[in-house]
C-alpha cells in the first residue's frame, strides 16, 4: 500500500496504481475527521472536480462518505474551475473544500485537492494532519456511507453550480467595457473547466472571439492540459494566422494557470505578465499593496516593485503561500513561473480564467500589443530573460545532491555570489544581477533548475555553469 503524500497542491496519483476508490474514500474519512477535531464539520463542504476520467465518480464517494460523517456536502453539478471552488467555499462560508483534479499533469493523472476555510490550498500543518490521519487507516475499512439520495433526503446532500454567481464577482473585478475596444479575441480553454467560463461574459456582451478546444476530452488532446507554449501549437497557428485577432488567452485543466499569445501568435512567459500587470495595478487602478512571488519566479517583479516603492514577499513555491497573503490582505498581487496569480481582493487561490482578462483590460486600456509593453517596461526597469531546466540524476549524484548544494560556491559563472536564499531549495544570487535555483524534484531523482540573467547569452553562460556544478 503506498504512503498519502500531499504536494505543494494537494495528494495525486495514476488512476488504477494508487488513485483508488480505497484510497479517495480513506483519505475523504481523513479530512472529515480533521474537520471535526478543528470544529468547523457543522458549516459542510464543497465538493468539485476537473473534467479527467472519473472525477465526477470520485466526487460523489466523497459526498457519500462525508456525509455518512454527518458532514453536509455542496456537490457541484459539472466540472468546475479550482477558482470557483474557492470562490463558493467563500460565498457559502463552509468548512472547506474538496477538488479532483490533476491539474496541469497528463490525463493518466487525478487528485484531492484540499482547501480549507480560507479558501486557499491547505497549508503544510493542515495536510499534515490528513496526511496522518489518512496513512493511519490505509488498508481498512475506516468509513461509513449515505447513499446520495438517502443524503438528500437527510438534508445533508445539496446539489449546486455556482457559475453565475462566480462570473457576476469576475464582470465587478474586470472592465469588460474596455475588453469590447480590443478586437478579437482567441480563446483555448483546452477541454478544460473554463468551458463556459471564458466565453460567456464575452458572448454576453457581443465582444467578438473564436474558440478551440471548448468541448470535453479526458485525454486533453493527447497533451497535457497546460497551457505553455510547447502543449498549444494549434492554438498558436490560429492566432498566428488570422491577423485580426488582438490577443490569445488560455487555460489549463482546472483553469487555474494562464497561457498569453500576443497579436503575432508569439507566447509571452508568465513571468512577464505578472510583472507587467504589477504594475498596471499599481500604475493604471491605483491600487495599494506589496506584491509576493515565489522563490522560482524572475525578480523583473522586483524591478517593478522597487520602481513603485512597494515591498515584496518571496515565499516557498506552492500558491497556499501566496493565498495567505492575499488573505491578509498585504499585497495587490501574487504570481508564481507557473502561470498562477490572483489579485487584491480576489480569491486566495490562483485563477486563470482571471489572469487572462486582466491581461486583455490591460492591453485594452493601454493601447498596445503584450510586446510593446513589455519593451516599455525594460526600457524603464532593465532587461530580464528567465529560464527552466530539468537536469536527471543518476542514483550516484542523487545521493551526494544534499551534500553537493550546502558547500556554497563564492563565484558561478565568473560572477561572486552574493547572497545564498533558501526558503525552498538553494538559490545563488550573483553580483550582476544574475540568479540560479536549485530545486530538488520531491517524487523523482530530477533537480528543477532555474535562472535569471539580463541576456540570452548571459542566462546560457549561467545555466551551463549551474548544470556542471551539479553534474560535473
Not at 458532514?71 to 467555499?89: G, M, N, W
Not at 485525454?219 to 494549434?234: C, K, N, R
Not at 488582438?246 to 512567459?269: M, P, Q, V, W
Not at 518571496?314 to 489579485?343: C, H, M, N, R
Amino acid at each position: 500500500m503506498r504512503h498519502i503524500s500531499f504536494g505543494t497542491s494537494g495528494w495525486r496519483g495514476i488512476l488504477c496504481e494508487d488513485f483508488t476508490f480505497d484510497n479517495v474514500r480513506t483519505v475523504t474519512q481523513a479530512i472529515a475527521d480533521h474537520l471535526r477535531a478543528s470544529g468547523e464539520a457543522a458549516k459542510g463542504v464543497v465538493i468539485g472536480c476537473d473534467t479527467r476520467f472519473m472525477g465526477r465518480r470520485f466526487a460523489e464517494a466523497t459526498a457519500e462518505v462525508l456525509t455518512g460523517a454527518g458532514i453536509k456536502a455542496f456537490l457541484c453539478t459539472r466540472d468546475l474551475p479550482t477558482p470557483v471552488i474557492s470562490f463558493e467555499i467563500l460565498r457559502r462560508g463552509a468548512a472547506g473544500g474538496i477538488n479532483f483534479t490533476a491539474s496541469h499533469n497528463p490525463s493518466e493523472y487525478n487528485g484531492i485537492k484540499f482547501s480549507p476555510a480560507w479558501g486557499g490550498a491547505a497549508l503544510p500543518e493542515t495536510t499534515r494532519d490528513i496526511e496522518q490521519r489518512a496513512n493511519q487507516m490505509l488498508g481498512e475499512v475506516c468509513y461509513s456511507e449515505l447513499s446520495l439520495a438517502e443524503a438528500a433526503r437527510q438534508g445533508l446532500l445539496e446539489a449546486i453550480d455556482p457559475r453565475e454567481q462566480y462570473l457576476a464577482d469576475l464582470e465587478r473585478k474586470i472592465d469588460f467595457d474596455a475588453i469590447r475596444q480590443i478586437g478579437k479575441l482567441a480563446l483555448n480553454p483546452l477541454y478544460g473547466t473554463a468551458r463556459g467560463y471564458l466565453d460567456q461574459p464575452l458572448k454576453k456582451r457581443n465582444i467578438s472571439y473564436v474558440i478551440i478546444n471548448d468541448y470535453l476530452d479526458p485525454y486533453f488532446g493527447g497533451q497535457p492540459p497546460e497551457p505553455s507554449e510547447a502543449h498549444i501549437p494549434d492554438f498558436i497557428s490560429l492566432v498566428k494566422d488570422d491577423p485580426t485577432i488582438r490577443l490569445g488567452l488560455a487555460t489549463d485543466g482546472d483553469a487555474d494557470r494562464f497561457g498569453i499569445l500576443d497579436a503575432d501568435g508569439s507566447y509571452i512567459e508568465p513571468n512577464y505578465i505578472i510583472a507587467l500587470l504589477l504594475d498596471y495595478l499599481l500604475r493604471v487602478r491605483k491600487m495599494t499593496g506589496g506584491v509576493a512571488r515565489s522563490v522560482a519566479t524572475s525578480h523583473f517583479v522586483d524591478a517593478v516593485a522597487k520602481k513603485h516603492g512597494v515591498p515584496v514577499f518571496e515565499t516557498p513555491v506552492g500558491f497556499k503561500y501566496i493565498g495567505d497573503l492575499i488573505t491578509q490582505d498585504k499585497i495587490v498581487i501574487g504570481g508564481e513561473e507557473s502561470a498562477g496569480l490572483t489579485i487584491k481582493g480576489h480569491v486566495p487561490e490562483k485563477d486563470g480564467i482571471l489572469a487572462c482578462f486582466l491581461v486583455a483590460e490591460m492591453v485594452a486600456r493601454e493601447g498596445k500589443t503584450v510586446r510593446e509593453l513589455l519593451e516599455r517596461m525594460y526600457g524603464e526597469v532593465g532587461r530580464f530573460v528567465t529560464r527552466r531546466a530539468n537536469l536527471r540524476l543518476s542514483s550516484e549524484l542523487e545521493e551526494g545532491y544534499r551534500q553537493k548544494v550546502a558547500a556554497v560556491p563564492k563565484e558561478l559563472a565568473g560572477t561572486r555570489v552574493i547572497d545564498v536564499i533558501t526558503v525552498d531549495g538553494v538559490k545563488l544570487l550573483l553580483a550582476d544581477g544574475a540568479w540560479l535555483l536549485f530545486r530538488k524534484s520531491g517524487t523523482e531523482p530530477v533537480v528543477r533548475l532555474y535562472g535569471e540573467a539580463s541576456s540570452e547569452a548571459r542566462l546560457g553562460e549561467v545555466m551551463e555553469a549551474g548544470k556542471r556544478f551539479i553534474v560535473g
